[in-house]
């Protein structure tokens, strides 16, 4: 299945290479809102949220008001989720408060277990080099997707793994990475980061992973 994303910056639409350099930028929300209507779930992603220079959250509840969306970005504690979920968000992304000093804070994962449903915590797998990369992708850790999986596979029901070293150079996600996390997990996965084919698509559908596309989309390659 193919999730089309809408990442927000600065109260607009953009798209990022390898999330820093800006590459596209729109602010016709109501064209992208009704060109997406016709997808099962759209990825929302608060970008000034997840690097903590300020947040969206008026637009990120106008969009899920109207859309089918999987939430996330600056997502730090159970009361955000919870408000996220109560605005509409259909899943909310859980990223970088995964992680505490370094190491992987099942305490926290726990916690939002314990307070959500688990069909609506998607747990985020966001690599680098094949480090997982956390604070908007500015910081790396010492840690693997596959460290982060073992430890906290109990506590969800998705993983959203997103290949950082391909994101948005529209030249394909590597199929073997892929192969290994969807051996790694029997969880739900979507999968991030560079998808610039149907075919692709396609080869990720056959392996029950669901395809997340932003800049194919955007600029015309994949039509959606």
């Not at 698509?201 to 932003?214: E, H, M, Q, S």
């Amino acid at each position: 299945m193919l999730i089309p994303s809408i990442d927000l910056l600065g109260g607009k639409i953009v798209q990022l290479v390898q999330g820093e350099k800006k590459k596209l930028e729109f602010d016709n929300f109501d064209y992208w809102i009704e060109r997406f209507s016709k997808y099962p779930v759209v990825q929302l992603i608060d970008l000034d949220a997840a690097i903590g220079t300020g947040d969206n959250r008026t637009l990120v509840q106008q969009i899920a008001g109207r859309l089918p969306c999987q939430v996330g970005g600056g997502i730090r504690d159970v009361k955000t989720a919870q408000e996220l979920i109560a605005l509409g968000a259909r899943k909310v992304i859980i990223g970088s408060a995964l992680l505490k000093e370094g190491r992987i804070n099942e305490d926290h994962a726990r916690a939002l277990a314990d307070a959500i449903p688990k069909s609506a915590l998607m747990f985020a797998l966001d690599s680098r080099a094949g480090r997982v990369a956390i604070d908007g992708w500015r910081t790396e850790t010492a840690l693997t997707p596959f460290d982060m999986i073992r430890a906290l596979e109990p506590f969800c029901e998705s993983f959203l793994y997103t290949h950082i070293d391909t994101e948005g150079l529209m030249g394909g996600i590597p199929m073997e990475t892929i192969h290994a996390i969807r051996r790694a997990t029997e969880r739900h996965l979507v999968v991030a980061g560079g998808i610039t084919e149907q075919r692709e698509i396609d080869t990720l559908d056959a392996l029950g992973i669901d395809a997340v596309v932003g800049m194919a989309l955007y600029s015309g390659k994949i039509s959606g």
